[in-house]
């Protein structure tokens, strides 16, 4: 993060009537950064880009753009720019003139417009699409046109709002490495709404997790992932099997925790207190060994349910003797995997377990 964000919200508030669409949200994008809002439906990640572009104005709280207070400044003197989930593109204009419109309404001269036109359906790869009409154009196409149109202003950051949620999985895959090349092209920051998580993961250089109309956690993708604050954090940034457990000892930076769907207790570093707690483990962290060999380090006995081939990971179900269910994605190089039914060794190393709060 750098030292004056491009972005800047500070303790900011919004109801609608008695609906708290957002509350006490602090938040900040830097140039050229790419941050994911990411949260269930409802949660207020909407409610968020409208704030910074002037859609709606806050209860409580402050939004700063280039160190500036918003408040009092209408939408379109904002610097940013918003593209919204429907693309909203004008039906009656061609592909050009929906990107030349931004421009035109900025006052360029005629050259300046043709120029900023052809440059943006060149970033976008759609130089031969410019006379098409957006109903003649595939939907990767549209999502594209609506890109080069929120970006034809130049705006410093831009809002996107599930920007790639009308796409097919493999196309949305395939756009996400197309938003960071065109996002590096323009040197713009990028606010990101999405509801999938591996969409914000693949995408953002920091991804902001919200819940309720709160950010729950903020941060590098790979660190939301892989230390979650919460039990909510844990299971919707990517898959999780979550244990509950108790605390029954601690000492010296280490708690030993039982835990009855495991059978049994664990012994990991954490200084947390208190009794309840929960444990999570990511399914790729856990292990399968034979059972025809003595099991290697901490091991359980399960029951193989399900095994579904997914390319690269073979994703198992087992049935622990307590009668919990588990789920193990097991990466295609390791040799051994049991079929169906055959019973296996679940093993895990200890410091792969991540205790969170009750
Ligand atoms: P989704 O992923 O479904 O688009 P979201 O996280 O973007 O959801 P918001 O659209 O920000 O959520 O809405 C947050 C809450 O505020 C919701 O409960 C919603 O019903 C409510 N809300 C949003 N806009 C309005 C409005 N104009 N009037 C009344 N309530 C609203």
């Not at 269930?40 to 709280?61: H, M, N, Q, W, Y």
């Not at 359906?121 to 549209?142: C, D, F, I, N």
């Not at 039982?258 to 208190?274: H, I, K, N, T, V």
């Amino acid at each position: 993060m750098t030292a004056s964000p491009l972005v800047e919200l500070v303790g900011v508030g919004k109801a609608y009537g008695a609906q708290r669409a957002v509350e006490d949200v602090s938040l900040c994008l830097a140039a050229r950064e790419i941050v994911a809002l990411l949260g269930p439906s409802g949660c207020g990640k909407t409610t968020v880009l409208r704030l910074i572009a002037g859609f709606e104005t806050p209860d409580r709280g402050r939004v700063s753009i280039d160190g500036r207070d918003m408040a009092g400044v209408p939408a379109h003197r904002r610097p940013v720019n918003m593209m919204f989930q429907s693309y909203a593109l004008f039906p009656h204009l061609s592909v050009a003139d929906n990107i030349a419109f931004g421009p035109r309404r900025q006052g360029l001269s005629r050259r300046q417009v043709a120029m900023r036109t052809a440059e943006m359906l060149a970033l976008v790869q759609l130089e031969t699409a410019a006379a098409k009409r957006p109903h003649q154009l595939s939907g990767g196409e549209r999502q594209r046109v609506a890109l080069a149109r929120a970006a034809a202003c130049r705006p410093r950051a831009l809002l996107l709002d599930e920007p790639l949620a009308a796409l097919d999985r493999k196309l949305r895959d395939a756009m996400q490495f197309e938003l960071r090349r065109i996002q590096r092209q323009l040197g713009m920051a990028f606010l990101v709404v999405t509801h999938d998580q591996e969409e914000a993961m693949g995408l953002a250089d920091r991804v902001a997790v919200m819940a309720a109309g709160r950010i729950v956690q903020a941060g590098p993708p790979m660190q939301v992932y892989d230390r979650p604050v919460n039990r909510f954090v844990a299971d919707f940034l990517g898959e999780t099997n979550l244990f509950a457990g108790r605390i029954v000892a601690s000492q010296g930076g280490w708690v030993r925790v039982a835990c009855a769907e495991l059978g049994g207790e664990l012994r990991l570093p954490s200084d947390q207190m208190g009794s309840d707690c929960w444990l999570s483990i990511r399914p790729e962290r856990l292990a399968l060994q034979p059972v025809s060999q003595a099991a290697v380090g901490e091991a359980v006995a399960a029951q193989v349910e399900n095994v579904v081939f997914r390319g690269a990971q073979r994703h198992c179900e087992l049935r622990l003797a307590t009668g919990r269910l588990v789920r193990a994605n097991l990466a295609k190089v390791d040799g051994w995997c049991p079929r169906p039914g055959e019973p296996a060794w679940l093993a895990w190393r200890a410091e792969d377990f991540r205790l969170l709060p009750p």
